[in-house]
Structures are given as structure tokens and as C-alpha cells.
């Protein structure tokens, strides 16, 4: 996949094209999806310091977005946003 291969000669993804990304393995129901998903989560959970209850409520986003792709992708843009944290 072409996504892939991009994302593999970068250093580092921003959270914004991962999340870019990862909306793309969610309207193609790629297989890869799901670990990529927990992966999003896992970094967003981290990198934002989120507390448990925003961290559940981030990976529960993550597992709905194939079935609501861009008003799920919505609500996750805040948490996605260079130096921002929602709330």
C-alpha cells in the first residue's frame, strides 16, 4: 500500500497524518486496521498524558471509526493537534 510506504520512509508521523492514515484503513476495512487503531490510541494516550477515562475514550473512537469515518475522525481531530490537548 502506497500509505505504507510513505509512512515508512518518514522519521516520525504527527499524530494529524497518522490519524489521516489511519482513516484510510478504515474505509478501505483493511486488515491492518485494528493494530493500527490500538497503535493510534497507545500513541495519542501517550503522547497527550491523557487520563484513563479520556484514554478509554479515545481507543473506543478509534475501534468505531470504520463504521462513522468522518464524524468519528471529528471528534478525534482535537487530541491529534500539534501542542494542543482537548478538554
Known sequence: MLISAAAA???HVA???ALRVLLVLAEKSDARYER???RFAARV???RR???A???YVLALAEAL???PDAIAEL???YCAPGRRPG
Open 66 to 68: 470504520p463504521r462513522s
Open 45 to 47: 494516550t501517550c503522547e
Open 54 to 56: 479520556e484514554a478509554r
Open 15 to 17: 499524530l494529524d497524518d
Open 9 to 11: 520512509d518518514l522519521q
Open 36 to 38: 493500527a487503531a490500538a
Open 76 to 78: 478525534l481531530r482535537p
Open 50 to 52: 491523557l487520563a484513563l
